[in-house]
């Protein structure tokens, strides 16, 4: 038995030594890399940002917002050229995707018009289908036919909805659940650009006096009921 208890302790201590040095090899090597990793990243980001925003020489920090309207977080990077600010990149992303969420950079200048946008991730749409994302929007489209162009446009001025739920962007061939989700992420970028809810284009302030108007509106009716 105490051959079979020294035996257990040599295991234990060996077993601890290699967790020790792998854990410690583990950290030195996530160190060494995560600033090329980091440095990739911002590099990655500002190509993104630089696709679809005016001309900048100078990107704000990131501005995020927790909750874009959606349960998800929103970036929102201002860009300036020669100390005016010339627009803005937001990036959000949808739930609405065929196979789930969609990562799309929308870039705006300072009126509101779309001046770009990169799909960064539709990984999880249908193969070949989703793909096509990234052209369709900008009015290229497949066989000679042009695409659903929304460069230009504004979304606080134009329907950009699917032309199935009366709106006046065109599908993608057989993909209108991808075209869906890319309309619902130019909605809520815009949203959350200018702050306006997403989903009725009210602003904040304009719903919050909604709401408390309502609640005054029921404090008064249940004192009457109260009354009578």
Same mark, same amino acid.
């Given at each position: 038995?105490?051959?079979? @208890?020294?035996?257990?302790?040599?295991?234990?201590?060996?077993?601890?030594?290699?967790?020790?040095?792998?854990?410690?090899?583990?950290?030195?090597?996530?160190?060494?890399?995560? @600033?090329?990793?980091?440095a990739a990243t911002a590099a990655a980001q500002k190509d993104a940002i630089?696709?679809?925003?005016?001309? +900048?020489?100078?990107? &704000?920090?990131?501005?995020?917002?927790?909750?874009?309207?959606?349960?998800?977080?929103?970036?929102? +990077?201002?860009?300036?050229?020669?100390?005016?600010?010339?627009?803005?990149?937001?990036?959000?992303?949808?739930?609405?995707? +065929?196979?789930?969420?969609?990562?799309?950079?929308?870039?705006?200048?300072?009126?509101?018009?779309?001046?770009?946008?990169?799909?960064?991730?539709?990984?999880? @749409?249908?193969?070949?289908?989703?793909?096509?994302?990234?052209?369709?929007?900008?009015?290229? =489209?497949?066989?000679?036919?042009?695409?659903?162009?929304?460069? =230009?446009?504004?979304? =606080?001025? &134009?329907?950009?909805?699917? %032309?199935?739920?009366?709106?006046?962007?065109?599908?993608?061939?057989?993909?209108?659940? &991808?075209?869906?989700?890319?309309?619902?992420?130019?909605?809520?970028?815009?949203?959350?650009? %200018?702050?306006?809810?997403?989903?009725?284009?009210?602003?904040?302030?304009?719903?919050?006096?909604?709401?408390?108007?309502?609640e005054t509106v029921g404090d008064m009716v249940d004192?009457?009921? &109260? @009354?009578?």
């Amino acid at each position: 038995m105490a051959k079979l @208890e020294n035996s257990l302790k040599n295991m234990f201590l060996s077993l601890t030594i290699i967790t020790v040095v792998v854990g410690g090899l583990l950290g030195a090597v996530a160190h060494i890399t995560s @600033e090329p990793i980091a440095a990739a990243t911002a590099a990655a980001q500002k190509d993104a940002i630089k696709a679809v925003t005016p001309e +900048f020489d100078t990107v &704000s920090d990131p501005y995020v917002y927790e909750d874009c309207g959606n349960g998800l977080p929103a970036t929102i +990077f201002a860009v300036s050229k020669d100390g005016q600010q010339v627009g803005s990149a937001v990036e959000v992303i949808t739930k609405k995707g +065929f196979g789930g969420k969609v990562k799309v950079m929308m870039g705006f200048d300072m009126e509101g018009n779309i001046t770009g946008y990169n799909v960064l991730d539709c990984s999880n @749409e249908t193969p070949g289908l989703g793909a096509k994302m990234p052209d369709w929007f900008q009015g290229k =489209g497949e066989n000679g036919k042009p695409g659903a162009g929304v460069i =230009g446009k504004n979304p =606080g001025k &134009s329907n950009l909805t699917v %032309t199935k739920d009366g709106g006046e962007v065109d599908a993608i061939t057989a993909a209108t659940i &991808s075209t869906r989700a890319f309309c619902d992420a130019i909605a809520l970028a815009y949203a959350t650009l %200018t702050g306006t809810d997403a989903s009725t284009g009210a602003t904040g302030q304009v719903k919050e006096a909604v709401e408390e108007a309502a609640e005054t509106v029921g404090d008064m009716v249940d004192a009457i009921q &109260s @009354e009578e």
